[in-house]
């Protein structure tokens, strides 16, 4: 059976997200002037991370937190192979929340960060030096952990393909996904849900973006 499983903005916020995380650790990596599109791409990813924590709610069926965030029960099951489910798998949940997770943790971090040279995170005026430094260091020492947990999610996708003989990808772009049993037809989001998660990301972004923060002093120079 033939089932739309993967909602466009789910879709749309995936591949954003992928385009993001590597423009992120390649301007990183660059430095200098790149790092304004390193801060750029933080920008990028806070948006999109609030929009899939909105659309986990009010989003279509197999978006929502609700489908496939289970206990420990759900994840017994599916390593004895007793589970069967149309969106991600218990483990595949896990994988789902610790990313997210981690990304927030990473793109908050980078908001107050600083490079000692010339870039500051676009939040660094709320904090002192100090602390600015030590959310730099808690920055750095995420991306291993961020780097380590991508490559176990492509690693997933390659056994799924190569031993299970089953693509997680081309569903995450078609949306269709062909299952063996029948299964009800997943609700859809709606424009309105849609609508609601895109404007509360903005508004994130945007308090993250620090406008609203009053211009420094102006120092004047006396003189002579």
């Known amino acids: ?34 790092m304004v599109w390193h ?70 971090t980078g908001l107050f960060a600083n490079d000692d040279v010339a870039f500051e995170g676009y939040l660094y005026p709320l904090v002192n030096a100090a602390v600015s430094d030590k959310l730099t260091g808690v920055h750095k020492l995420l991306e291993p952990a961020l780097m380590l947990l991508v490559l176990l999610h492509v690693g997933a996708i390659i056994f799924y393909t190569r031993i299970k003989k089953e693509s997680l990808v081309l569903p995450m772009i078609t949306g269709w996904k062909d299952l063996p049993i029948e299964t009800p037809a997943p609700r859809s989001g709606g424009f309105v849900a849609f609508l609601v998660a895109a404007l509360v990301a903005a508004g994130v972004v945007y308090v993250a973006t620090g406008q609203w923060l009053p211009p420094p002093p ?3 120079t006396p003189a002579f």
């Open 218 to 220: 102006v120092v004047e």
């Open 39 to 108: 801060g750029r791409a933080g920008l990028l990813i806070i948006g999109l991370l609030v929009f899939r924590l909105v659309w986990g709610f009010a989003g279509s069926t197999h978006a929502r937190f609700a489908s496939f965030v289970r206990g420990p029960a759900a994840i017994r099951a599916y390593l004895k192979g007793e589970w069967f489910g149309a969106g991600h798998n218990p483990i595949g949940a896990l994988s789902v929340l610790a990313m997210l997770g981690l990304l927030a943790a990473q793109a908050a």
């Open 1 to 34: 059976m033939r089932v739309r499983i993967w909602d466009l903005p789910l879709r749309l916020f995936h591949w954003l997200l992928v385009a993001a995380v590597v423009a992120a650790f390649v301007a990183a990596k660059i430095g200098g002037n790149a």
